[in-house]
């Protein structure tokens, strides 16, 4: 059976917050902080985030 790829999304802020989708089904709410590099990793369900081309760290 084939493992399905984490979900990419591109955001324009280095501080994000992932609750995994899907209302009850998903995971707690957690805020994620890039810090200096342009990606993070929900630990729950993997989600990445990335930093949008041309965004700034702030």
């Not at 984490?6 to 995971?27: M, Q, S, Y």
């Not at 994620?32 to 990793?41: F, I, P, R, S, T």
């Amino acid at each position: 059976m084939p493992v399905q790829a984490p979900e990419i999304v591109e955001t324009d802020n280095t501080r994000v917050a992932c609750d995994g989708g899907g209302g009850a089904l998903g995971h707690p709410k957690v805020f994620l902080e890039m810090g200096d590099e342009n990606a993070v990793e929900c630990p729950y369900c993997d989600k990445r985030f990335v930093l949008k081309a041309g965004a700034t760290h702030h």
